[in-house]
């Protein structure tokens, strides 16, 4: 099968889609496209008073969405490609955080959490992908930037749920990769520690994923936009995130020896 088009992922002159994008990482996604020059920027997210005044803050389109819902998402992608010719860049962005609660076993937390992450971190990139794939295949180039997390590339210590969806996550980026490069279809997954946000809200620097730092939004926004320039699937805000996922592979007894050492490290496991 030869390939096809492809996109060069410059913003500019770009539909771009942001879900989440009422605050946080999302926000700053969407306002750093629309200063790169992009042709629309469409933000969703599940607040829909909040996203409506985000959008008009900043000169964006908006859509209330509840990502767990497929219909919603396909709603939405049709109604944008509809008035706007197509998507470019699709960023599939929400995410929750939950802890596993006390005792602090890896199965404390309740199945309406995992449901909820499963649903959340996962389905939602999947309704994205479905929602956009034939309008992108038909053409040969589209762009998907899912923001998984660090959490999916090592793990998040005190939630389990968070790591296994996050895994899950970068998985499902890995496999539209693998089976849609020969289409044009471009892939990024978004993988930082902690950034400061809502949900690092009330944590002391983070907690255990802030070991290296707390990032800014407009950091992370900075990172993405080099990473799509560059085309690369993982785009790591953090750079230590790569040394510690070599670490992982080269042995992993030793890892997770280190990791709980650094459980230890917090009398709290989700260092609050």
Same mark, same amino acid.
């Given at each position: 099968?030869? /390939?096809?088009?492809?996109? &060069?992922?410059? &913003?500019?002159?770009? =539909?771009?889609? /942001?879900?989440? #994008?009422?605050?946080?990482?999302?926000?700053?996604?969407?306002?750093?496209?629309?200063?790169?020059?992009?042709?629309?920027?469409?933000?969703?997210?599940?607040?829909?008073?909040? %996203?409506?005044? %985000?959008?008009?803050? &900043?000169?964006?389109?908006?859509?209330?969405?509840?990502?767990?819902?497929?219909? !919603?998402?396909?709603?939405?992608?049709?109604? =944008?490609?509809?008035?706007?010719?197509?998507?470019?860049?699709?960023?599939?962005?929400?995410?929750?955080?939950?802890?596993?609660?006390?005792?602090?076993?890896?199965?404390?937390?309740?199945?309406?959490?995992?449901?909820?992450?499963?649903?959340?971190?996962?389905?939602?990139? %999947?309704?994205? !992908?479905?929602?956009?794939?034939?309008?992108? &295949?038909?053409?040969?180039? #589209?762009?998907? +930037?899912?923001?998984?997390?660090?959490? *999916?590339?090592?793990?998040?210590?005190?939630?389990?749920?968070?790591?296994?969806?996050?895994?899950?996550?970068?998985?499902?980026?890995?496999?539209?990769?693998?089976?849609? *490069?020969?289409?044009?279809?471009? /892939?990024?997954? +978004?993988?930082?520690?902690? %950034?400061?946000?809502?949900?690092?809200?009330?944590?002391?620097?983070?907690?255990?994923? *802030? =070991?290296?730092?707390?990032?800014? /939004?407009?950091?992370?926004?900075?990172?993405?936009?080099?990473? +799509?320039?560059?085309?690369?699937? +993982?785009?790591?805000?953090?750079?230590?995130?790569?040394?510690?996922?070599?670490?992982?592979?080269?042995?992993?007894?030793?890892?997770?020896?280190?990791?709980?050492?650094?459980?230890?490290?917090?009398?709290?496991? =989700?260092?609050?």
């Amino acid at each position: 099968k030869h /390939v096809r088009g492809g996109i &060069i992922m410059k &913003i500019a002159g770009k =539909v771009c889609v /942001v879900t989440g #994008g009422a605050s946080g990482i999302g926000k700053a996604l969407a306002c750093r496209f629309i200063a790169e020059g992009a042709k629309a920027v469409v933000i969703a997210d599940l607040n829909g008073d909040a %996203v409506s005044a %985000v959008a008009s803050e &900043i000169g964006a389109q908006s859509f209330a969405v509840d990502v767990r819902d497929e219909s !919603a998402i396909a709603s939405m992608v049709s109604a =944008v490609e509809s008035e706007h010719g197509q998507i470019d860049l699709f960023c599939s962005n929400a995410g929750i955080i939950g802890v596993d609660g006390d005792p602090w076993w890896a199965t404390g937390a309740d199945n309406a959490l995992w449901q909820r992450m499963w649903e959340i971190h996962v389905m939602s990139h %999947v309704y994205a !992908a479905r929602a956009c794939l034939p309008a992108m &295949i038909a053409r040969g180039e #589209g762009y998907f +930037l899912n923001t998984a997390s660090a959490a *999916g590339l090592l793990a998040q210590i005190g939630s389990a749920p968070y790591s296994v969806t996050k895994h899950a996550a970068v998985s499902f980026a890995e496999s539209l990769s693998i089976t849609h *490069g020969d289409d044009g279809i471009k /892939v990024s997954c +978004l993988c930082p520690q902690a %950034v400061d946000t809502a949900m690092t809200a009330g944590t002391e620097g983070g907690g255990v994923a *802030g =070991v290296d730092g707390m990032l800014s /939004v407009e950091a992370v926004a900075e990172a993405v936009i080099q990473g +799509l320039d560059a085309e690369s699937f +993982l785009i790591l805000p953090h750079p230590e995130v790569e040394e510690y996922r070599q670490n992982k592979a080269r042995s992993y007894d030793r890892w997770l020896g280190g990791m709980r050492k650094l459980r230890r490290l917090f009398t709290d496991p =989700v260092g609050k």
